[in-house]
């Protein structure tokens, strides 16, 4: 591979992503760490775009529904785990960003070690959004990256208190921000007044919480005729997101007593669209609060179900965010409080196009090191003998990192053989959606009786 500080080279990046969100997640942040190239304007920059195949692997409806990240979602391709060590092994990348859940990092981090490149490339990872739960397990399984994104002040201190109250390094743990923050701010227009509920795909999860929050929905479009009420959805039934969702909102709404009033809609598609029209945003505990902070759009923490660490709406005690349905019926829009915004990284007050640069910084020195040191993750055999090989082996990896015999093999492609492996793979995969959609609530209601 040649060397990285050749301006004649091209800088190549890899993502791999998961799920949709964390496909935007990490396409927009390989765009904002190579933003003017590291080397200077004459440095192309190439990024590549795979998907880990899995249960929430996106459709390509996803994909469009995600916006411009930069990358031709035609051109991007599904691969295994093994299969992306193969491909990094062949292809030479010089930046890897992880945009995968986190027991699926600690397996590529172990995986990108086991290769022993003689130039491996610089891996990056982080979180698509808020981080309200598991914060030491997800944090301690991308232990090991060589830079550690942190969407805000606020956790990028959590993050090394982790780090550093296990002994591990903590040098990785880099301040950044949510990478698909933008828009114009908020402006109100006369005679309109448009309400957006953001729905998430697992929060809340029981189907009362779920029915409760789309009945006072469509009770505050009927309180206020002159008002367009939008329910935000992020998937169809059937697609799955970085979440399960088993209750689909679609279907529940099927389910409601009489019409719903005519200016309440279902509405799809990028959240930064739907945000252009949005006068209030509504949700429990979603990502899109900050987005909508972020444009000064009036926003909205419900807390008719409690303030709860299941719920994720506890992350936004002190925010002067938190209200009710109730309130909100009455016309009360919520005023955030600016300590609280100044270290949830949402920059409102126009320092976000600074935000990425400590991290560019950061992958710069990294990449024109003579050599990178090697891969050290916090989890290793001797470690924790009893947690690491499990999560490696869900990805066909051994103890060591190496492909587990059988399987470190290159997927077979084109020809008749391969569209018949692609056609199958794709009826499995649909299987798969069908029964935990549909038919794992059912056994799991059938248990309860």
Same mark, same amino acid.
């Given at each position: ?13 890899? &993502?791999?992503?998961d ?20 080397a ?56 890897? $960003?992880?945009?995968? &859940?986190?027991?699926? $990092?600690? !397996? ?16 990056v990872?982080?979180?698509?959004? &808020? ?41 990785? $743990?880099?301040?950044?921000?949510l ?39 469509? %009770?505050?479009?009927?309180? =206020?005729?002159?008002?367009?009420v ?12 970085? =979440?399960?969702? %088993? ?17 309440? *809609? ?19 505990s ?14 909205? &923490? ?26 909100l ?6 005023e ?13 007050d ?10 560019? !910084? ?14 050290a ?43 018949v ?7 499995? *995969? ?20």
């Amino acid at each position: 591979m040649p060397p990285r500080t050749d301006k004649t080279t091209a800088l190549r990046v890899a &993502v791999l992503a998961d799920s949709d969100t964390r496909w935007k997640w990490g396409a927009l942040t390989a765009r904002r760490l190579t933003a003017g190239a590291f080397a200077g304007p004459a440095q192309r920059v190439e990024i590549s775009g795979l998907l880990l195949r899995g249960r929430a692997t996106p459709t390509p409806r996803q994909l469009a529904e995600v916006g411009d990240v930069g990358i031709d979602a035609g051109r991007v391709r599904e691969v295994t785990a093994v299969e992306f060590l193969h491909t990094v092994r062949n292809e030479g990348y010089d930046v890897v $960003v992880l945009a995968l &859940v986190g027991g699926a $990092v600690q !397996a590529m981090l172990h995986g990108l070690a086991a290769l022993r490149l003689p130039a491996r490339p610089v891996v990056v990872t982080g979180y698509v959004g &808020v981080v309200y739960e598991k914060l030491a397990d997800g944090l301690l399984l991308r232990h090991g990256a060589d830079v550690v994104l942190a969407n805000s002040r606020h956790d990028a201190e959590r993050f090394r208190a982790v780090y550093e109250g296990v002994g591990a390094d903590a040098s990785a $743990v880099t301040e950044a921000a949510l990478p698909f923050l933008g828009g114009e701010p908020h402006q109100p227009r006369q005679g309109r007044d448009t309400v957006v509920f953001a729905a998430q795909p697992s929060v809340p999860a029981s189907r009362a919480d779920r029915t409760y929050l789309l009945r006072r929905l469509v %009770e505050h479009a009927r309180l =206020h005729p002159n008002r367009e009420v939008l329910l935000k959805l992020r998937s169809k039934p059937g697609e799955h997101t970085t =979440h399960i969702e %088993e209750l689909p909102y679609q279907r529940l709404a099927e389910k409601l007593p009489g019409q719903p009033p005519p200016n309440f *809609r279902l509405v799809y598609g990028h959240m930064g669209e739907v945000l252009d029209r949005t006068d209030l945003l509504v949700t429990v505990s979603s990502t899109a609060a900050l987005e909508s902070l972020h444009r000064r759009i009036p926003t909205a &923490v419900l807390t008719d179900l409690g303030v709860r660490e299941a719920l994720g709406n506890h992350h936004f005690i002190g925010s002067g965010l938190l209200t009710s349905w109730d309130h909100l019926d009455d016309g009360h829009r919520p005023e955030p409080d600016p300590k609280w915004l100044a270290g949830q990284g949402v920059a409102a007050d126009g320092t976000y196009a600074t935000a990425y640069d400590n991290a560019r !910084a950061r992958v710069a020195a990294l990449l024109a090191a003579t050599r990178l040191p090697d891969l050290a993750p916090y989890y290793t055999p001797a470690t924790a003998t009893g947690y690491l090989p499990g999560i490696l082996a869900r990805h066909h990896l051994a103890p060591d990192g190496h492909p587990l015999p059988g399987t470190d093999r290159p997927r077979e492609t084109g020809g008749v053989r391969g569209a018949v492996r692609d056609a199958v793979r794709e009826a499995a *995969r649909g299987a798969y959606r069908q029964g935990v959609q549909r038919v794992a609530p059912v056994i799991r209601r059938m248990g309860e009786l």
